[in-house]
T-cell receptor, first 113, second 111 residues
Framework: DADVTQTPRNRITKTGKRIMLECSQT?????MYWYRQDPGLGLRLIYY???????NKGEISDGYSVSRQAQAKFSLSLESAIPNQTALYFC????????????FGPGTRLTVL | QQQVKQSPQSLIVQKGGISIINCAYE??????FPWYQQFPGKGPALLIA?????SEKKEGRFTISFNKSAKQFSLHIMDSQPGDSATYFC??????????FGKGTRLHILP
């Protein structure tokens, strides 16, 4: 969905490096989410934010941090990347008036060597 | 822990056949049950959704069947086409606004 963009789309890094994944949206939604997708494990919620001043941990937040710089921007950081953080990462947004439908970005494929 | 259990993990169906994916949940507070469709290299996108006050919802070739007493719901794809080949996720959410996803089903439609 072009309304939700993620950068970079692909990233290869080494163990111990700090990595930031960025998400921007032009949908005007107040809610943003970060998910991780692994084969056979589905989509697991890392962090979510219902507005600029609100940050909440999801199911698998250990090893990750987030920053909501503006309503339209939500970044995910791996402070010290490890190989088992190799995965596909998705950002998503939703509107509080129709919170159930989430709109996903195209994903970032991260490989930690 | 809130869970949504999805089966099968993978499914192969002949063109023109019916594809059926099943999900089960435990939390009776869930009040919204969407299905997301994901093509390779893309993010998931909402396909169809249902609320527990109805037992069935149909949109084109896609139908959700919902059994509240059994806490189960399923996606039926009628006249399956090769273009339906994708990964499908069932999900559930409650008034807390988070969506819990199933682990996904990789569907392949044989031409």
């Amino acid at each position: 969905d072009a309304d939700v963009t993620q950068t970079p789309r692909n990233r290869i890094t080494k163990t111990g490096k700090r990595i930031m994944l960025e998400c921007s949206q032009t949908k005007g939604h107040d809610r943003m989410y970060w998910y991780r997708q692994d084969p056979g494990l589905g989509l697991r919620l890392i962090y979510y934010s219902f507005d600029v001043k609100d940050i909440n941990k999801g199911e698998i937040s250990d090893g990750y941090s987030v920053s909501r710089q503006a309503q339209a921007k939500f970044s995910l950081s791996l402070e010290s990347a490890i190989p088992n953080q190799t995965a596909l990462y998705f950002c998503a947004t939703s509107d509080r008036r129709s919170y159930n439908e989430q709109f996903f970005g195209p994903g970032t494929r991260l490989t930690v060597l | 822990q809130q869970q949504v259990k999805q089966s099968p993990q993978s499914l192969i169906v002949q063109k023109g056949g019916i594809s059926i994916i099943n999900c089960a949940y435990e939390n009776t507070a869930f009040d919204y049950f969407p299905w997301y469709q994901q093509f390779p290299g893309k993010g998931p996108a909402l396909l169809i959704a249902i609320r527990p006050d109805v037992s069935e919802k149909k949109e084109g070739r896609f139908t959700i069947s919902f059994n509240k007493s059994a806490k189960q719901f399923s996606l039926h794809i009628m006249d399956s086409q090769p273009g339906d080949s994708a990964t499908y996720f069932c999900a559930a959410s409650d008034r807390d606004d988070k969506i819990i996803f199933g682990k996904g089903t990789r569907l392949h439609i044989l031409p």
